[in-house]
């Protein structure tokens, strides 16, 4: 769980960054698109680089997954009784960890219909000109209210996945709980409001 | 003061169980959550019915016998074990419920009686040192750092009571296995063990049925000793560490 949340961690900084390019308008953020196809050249081919790191991707996303699935089911049995009390006190973020996944897993799959290969996106998609694409789908009520609410649920993932990695991983002690506490909840505040900038300044007509 | 009581009653571990409830009268705020039973126990006995059976023994906090879930909470509101809980916790005329832990790794053996031979399986796999048996050894021919010492004994504080794993919305046995692994670990004399150690009573653990750690920090909260929640990542390294080492030959 932990090595392979830390790869799609790693991904999203960088995924995050490059969407901020957004923001220094249409030429530049279309040359970053492009730059991604032909990332690794002249060494590698075209979209060879990209097609890397999909597949490591998968691979992760799918390592991740199988893992949840394996720790729930043993968790489960490990409590075949429910306590007839019942109260509530780990915090929001752990407590949504499973469903939030699979929130995040539903996303995934309607985020790469909607603008990699455009199958369900809303207006004409077209291949080389995501900025356009993006805007297109930040236009549709729904597509901002599915992205953004994906986007706090990443938030809420990271902020108890990220410390908890650092657990498993036998990173963690005493005196740096307060640091690895901080980082986790910098990343989520960082990726969450980073991702949601960009649907919000459609919606204000920042980027048109 | 007057409580009503909501008891979990089970004849035995094959048959069902069901909340009962009881009324207690004449209860002071300084007696204990146990005592407390005995009361209602006595009462019990008078009209002829069956007490309600419950763990217990030093009554002095330190022994890790007693292990009720009182309303929800294991060993109840206080961060302390159930025989330091005392009913000035409570209000004149509250409702209590009371439960056993609840794990499949701890059976229920009877109402309130859960078996914990679990642990005992975990610590046998590797939870002791082996040193000479004899006379006491002189206590400075083997130097220990204090920093070492101090961990040491912060772990050996567990009780092995079970309260981590009756609080872990998993069932896991984590904290209790990180405590028994670090308090030898960090210390010359369990040194000669350290990976065997960590390796055969993690395997354990996971042969008992305990859940899986998600790090929801109910363990530490819950524990009467204070066993601190970063102890699993401590393990969590020395089972990392001893995983490379055993595959390095």
């Avoid at chain 1, 932990?2 to 220094?24: D, E």
């Avoid at chain 1, 390592?63 to 429910?82: E, F, G, N, W």
């Avoid at chain 1, 410390?163 to 690895?180: C, D, F, I, K, P």
């Avoid at chain 2, 300084?30 to 009361?39: C, G, P, R, Y």
Wanted: hydrophobic share 45%; with cysteine; proline share 4%.
């Amino acid at each position: 769980m932990a090595v392979s949340g830390l790869i799609m961690l790693g991904y999203l900084v960088a995924h995050v960054a490059g969407n901020l390019k957004v923001f220094f308008g249409p030429e530049e953020f279309n040359a970053y698109g492009h730059w991604l196809r032909v990332m690794g050249a002249p060494v590698l081919h075209h979209e060879w680089a990209l097609w890397l790191v999909r597949i490591v991707l998968v691979a992760a996303v799918v390592a991740h997954a199988v893992s949840a699935y394996q720790l729930s089911r043993r968790d489960l049995k490990a409590r075949p009784t429910a306590y007839v009390h019942r109260r509530r006190r780990a915090s929001y973020a752990t407590r949504t960890m499973r469903w939030g996944g699979i929130v995040l897993a539903l996303f995934i799959v309607w985020h790469v219909l909607d603008l990699t290969t455009g199958t369900v996106h809303p207006g004409g998609f077209e291949e080389g000109r995501p900025y356009q694409n993006v805007v297109d789908t930040f236009s549709t009520w729904y597509g901002n209210v599915v992205y953004i609410v994906a986007m706090l649920a990443v938030g809420l993932h990271v902020r108890h996945g990220f410390w908890s990695a650092a657990q498993t991983l036998g990173v963690g002690n005493a005196r740096r709980e307060r640091l690895l506490r901080a980082l986790a909840n910098t990343l989520a505040l960082v990726l969450t409001a980073g991702f949601v900038s960009v649907p919000v300044a459609v919606m204000t007509g920042v980027v048109s | 003061m007057r409580l009503n009581l909501r008891v979990w009653r089970q004849k035995n571990g094959a048959a069902e169980g069901a909340m009962a409830t009881y009324e207690v009268d004449g209860i002071s705020a300084d007696m204990s959550f146990l005592e407390m039973l005995d009361t209602l126990n006595e009462d019990l006995i008078l009209r002829g019915e069956d007490p309600v059976a419950f763990d217990h023994d030093c009554r002095e906090g330190i022994c890790g016998a007693c292990s009720l879930v009182i309303n929800g909470d294991a060993h109840g509101p206080e961060r302390t074990t159930t025989c330091q809980l005392h009913m000035r916790s409570f209000r004149d005329g509250d409702t209590i419920d009371v439960e056993p832990w609840r794990a499949s790794a701890f059976p229920v053996v009877k109402d309130l009686v859960v078996d914990r031979g679990a642990f005992d399986r975990v610590i046998q796999a590797g939870g002791y040192i082996t040193a000479p048996t004899g006379s006491a050894p002189e206590a400075h021919a083997t130097p220990v750092p204090k920093a070492d010492a101090d961990s040491a004994f912060e772990h050996a504080e567990c009780i092995g009571c079970g309260a981590c794993v009756a609080a872990c919305p998993n069932g896991s046995a984590m904290l209790f296995t990180s405590a028994k692994i670090n308090h030898l670990n960090v210390l010359p004399q369990g040194s000669p063990e350290r990976e065997t150690r960590v390796l055969d009573m993690v395997a354990q653990m996971d042969a008992e049925g305990f859940g899986g750690c998600t790090l929801t920090g109910e363990c530490a909260t819950a524990c009467p000793k204070g066993i601190p929640l970063p102890s699993i990542s401590a393990m969590n390294r020395e089972w990392l560490r001893a995983r490379r080492k055993a595959s390095r030959g």
